[in-house]
């Protein structure tokens, strides 16, 4: 990605938490209610099963890429290479992400191609592919881009017995 720009992005998770599928989809409809949001989706699979989503505004969307690009945003709309843009940017940050969890716990991970999804919460189906009693992990990602701060939400959504698995790998190296 930094062939896309001259200066550093800088990523900070500040906050961490584990929450239910309602609970998260009750956090999220209450921090962006009806906005129109961009997601980034990465599947994983072998020694863990699950997906890890970036989710942000639109519009937050929107003023990254033509950061990136160096293009003036035209309209609110995204395009095929934005959204390619968009998607590279997320599965950096994810593919980062879940190798180094897998590299802490000594775990092999297959990734499937990135997804790009638009629309609100409810539109979405981010969550409704996942049992009720599936616990994910929400955690707040802020971007340091040049002087833009973009905050946005990093997802990761284990299947239950994936979920475990990873929690009992966790215990041992401690």
């Not at 599928?21 to 699950?50: K, M, P, R, T, Y």
């Not at 190798?99 to 609100?120: C, D, F, H, W």
């Not at 049992?131 to 959504?157: H, S």
């Amino acid at each position: 990605m930094l062939h896309y720009v001259e200066f550093k992005i800088k990523l900070q998770v500040p906050s961490i938490k584990v929450l239910s599928l309602v609970e998260l989809q009750n956090q999220l409809v209450e921090q962006f209610n009806q906005d129109s949001l961009s997601a980034v989706l990465l599947n994983f699979q072998e020694s863990f099963i699950g997906s890890a989503h970036l989710v942000f505004p639109k519009e937050i969307a929107i003023i990254l890429v033509s950061l990136l690009t160096a293009e003036k945003p035209e309209n609110s709309e995204l395009d095929f290479l934005k959204i390619g843009t968009i998607v590279e940017v997320g599965n950096i940050i994810l593919n980062n992400i879940i190798g180094s969890i897998s590299n802490i716990i000594r775990a092999q991970m297959r990734y499937l191609v990135p997804l790009y999804k638009e629309g609100t919460i409810e539109t979405m189906v981010l969550l409704r592919e996942y049992e009720p009693n599936t616990l994910v992990i929400l955690a707040t990602a802020c971007l340091d881009v040049e002087e833009l701060k973009i905050k946005g939400e990093i997802i990761l959504i284990f299947q239950l017995d994936s979920f475990n698995s990873l929690l009992r790998a966790l215990e041992q190296l401690e």
